[in-house]
T-cell receptor, first 114, second 113 residues
Framework: GDSVTQMEGPVTLSEEACLTI???????????LFWYVQYPGEGLQLLLKATKADDKGSNKGFEATYRKETTSFHLEKGSVQVSDSAVYFCALSGIPSNTGKLIFGQGTTLQVKP | DAGVTQSPTHLIKTRGQHVTLRCSPI?????VSWYQQVLGQGPQFIFQYYEKEERGRGNFPDRFSARQFPNYSSELNVNALLLGDSALYLCASSLEGGAQTQYFGPGTRLLVL
């Protein structure tokens, strides 16, 4: 079945360092791909999305490109801030898409130190 | 505009009891989805409702049920609670059903003792 695999955390970086969180997926068809962020004690916030191959989603300095050939959707940011410390989830829209099912990875914790 | 709201924020129940969780979607959104997030894991899909009809169901037992009201708000009911039902229950709304972008509420944290 469809699935999402994320790199294990925690990822610890110094402020202004570059970030990459790897995400690969297995899916039938052509799902939409999403990155959500969860701050401590809160629900999930949509960070960015891409709906078809080669689309690039971007928001708040974060980017991810839908790579069909490598079935990947890696999250990148050029310069992280302490406020970016959170858990990041990669997700895809399950098939059949009319069920509304999102399939999430296990999450990657990011800690940014001053 | 207000986002997705959920109530209560926290809840403590004992095994065997029943619980009802509530969700109000973003204004104009007609679809509500429910997810269970166990500590340290990603959310797991439970249901999606669109226009009061169930559109999708995840791999959860029949103890879990839900419904959607004419104003598009929704309730998630869980019967015969087990210790393993302790989790954060997230509600998400979208304009329509299916693969539309989903916007999440803050969640209800349920502890079963």
């Amino acid at each position: 079945g469809d699935s999402v695999t994320q790199m294990e955390g925690p990822v610890t970086l110094s402020e202004e360092a570059c970030l990459t969180i790897n995400c690969t997926y297995t899916a039938t068809g052509y799902p939409s791909l999403f990155w959500y962020v969860q701050y401590p004690g809160e629900g999930l916030q949509l960070l960015l999305k891409a709906t078809k191959a080669d689309d690039k989603g971007s928001n708040k300095g974060f980017e991810a490109t839908y790579r069909k050939e490598t079935t990947s959707f890696h999250l990148e940011k050029g310069s992280v801030q302490v406020s970016d410390s959170a858990v990041y989830f990669c997700a895809l829209s399950g098939i059949p898409s009319n069920t509304g099912k999102l399939i999430f990875g296990q999450g990657t914790t990011l800690q940014v130190k001053p | 505009d207000a986002g997705v709201t959920q109530s209560p924020t926290h809840l403590i129940k004992t095994r065997g009891q029943h619980v009802t969780l509530r969700c109000s979607p973003i204004s104009g959104h007609k679809s509500v989805s429910w997810y269970q997030q166990v500590l340290g894991q990603g959310p797991q899909f439970i249901f999606q409702y669109y226009e009061k009809e169930e559109r999708g169901r995840g791999n959860f037992p029949d103890r879990f049920s839900a419904r959607q009201f004419p104003n598009y708000s929704s309730e998630l009911n869980v019967n015969a609670l087990l210790l393993g039902d302790s989790a954060l229950y997230l509600c998400a709304s979208s304009l329509e059903g299916g693969a539309q972008t989903q916007y999440f509420g803050p969640g209800t944290r349920l502890l079963v003792l």
